[in-house]
């Protein structure tokens, strides 16, 4: 959005722009809640890219825009998601909390891990139009990303705590935005810094952990971390309505968030090496 100040005189012009902060501050209140926020979608590909080998990177670089970094790309699903049409359901699936496994059968109408398969295989195919691996390359890179956020694989009717209101500190919330964005803010709004945060937890055998499995047992591995997220620690229960989460709920949740972007970060260097490998 621009800000174009009308030639009304300066009443109109203050007007205009009162007007559209408004607007901007209305609409980053309830904004959409389907993705990490941006900070942790750019925090995954940023770890990512340092991840690459050059001819991978050389790759990506004529596939996406010119300029167009891997975590520019990375939030791009977010920002066209009402220019695709039917792409919604693409960012989450819907699989009730108390499952063991996630299973397609029991996503609901989510499809990301059908549509993660997808675009990987568009992806890979170098017969395809490039404008078609240009999409599926930021699809890959943002459903990586929202497949390791908890609350947009396990869920229990409520939209993946879309509609649980809770309180964060003092702050009126759900607990789907406070996995989207607030926990990762509170401890830094910094990209370099959380970067720095993944690195530090980043050796050999992490990494070899990490780097194992399908994506139907990544999304498994989410749910069983969206177990834990409706929990409350300090009354050992399920988070009900209206509740206060302080300083034991962040800190026990912390290190999953943590580790959450460290998989999908890990992971989607490997996605990305192993469908753009030399012929
Ligand atoms: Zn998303």
């Not at 596939?63 to 695709?84: C, F, H, Q, V």
């Not at 039917?86 to 499952?99: C, I, K, M, N, R």
Request: net charge negative.
């Amino acid at each position: 959005m621009s800000l174009r100040l009308g030639q009304s005189g300066r009443g109109r012009s203050q007007h205009t722009v009162s007007f559209l902060i408004a607007f901007v501050i209305t609409w980053q209140a309830t904004g959409p809640a389907w993705a990490w926020g941006r900070l942790g979608h750019r925090v995954v590909a940023e770890f990512a890219d340092r991840h690459l080998n050059p001819t991978v990177r050389a790759e990506i670089a004529q596939i996406l825009e010119p300029g167009e970094s891997l975590a520019d790309a990375s939030t791009w699903a977010d920002e066209n998601r009402t220019r695709i049409h039917g792409s919604g359901p693409w960012h989450f699936a819907d699989v009730p909390l108390d499952e063991d496994r996630y299973d397609d059968r029991l996503a609901g109408s989510g499809q990301i891990v059908p549509k993660l398969r997808e675009f990987r295989t568009i992806l890979a195919d170098r017969t395809r139009p490039p404008a078609a691996r240009c999409q599926a390359l930021r699809f890959v890179v943002h459903l990586v990303g929202d497949l390791h956020q908890p609350l947009h694989v396990g869920e229990h009717q409520d939209r993946g705590g879309n509609t649980l209101q809770i309180h964060f500190y003092r702050r009126k919330t759900s607990l789907h935005h406070l996995w989207d964005d607030l926990i990762l803010e509170h401890r830094t709004r910094g990209e370099d810094r959380w970067v720095a945060e993944l690195s530090a937890i980043d050796d050999p055998i992490s990494r070899s952990a990490a780097m194992d499995g399908t994506i139907e047992d990544w999304a498994t591995g989410s749910l069983h971390a969206a177990q834990q997220a409706y929990q409350n620690p300090r009354t050992g229960r399920r988070i009900e309505p209206g509740e206060v989460l302080e300083d034991a709920y962040y800190e026990s949740n912390l290190p999953i968030v943590r580790r959450q972007l460290y998989l999908a970060g890990t992971r989607l260097a490997w996605v990305l090496t192993d469908a753009l490998r030399p012929e």
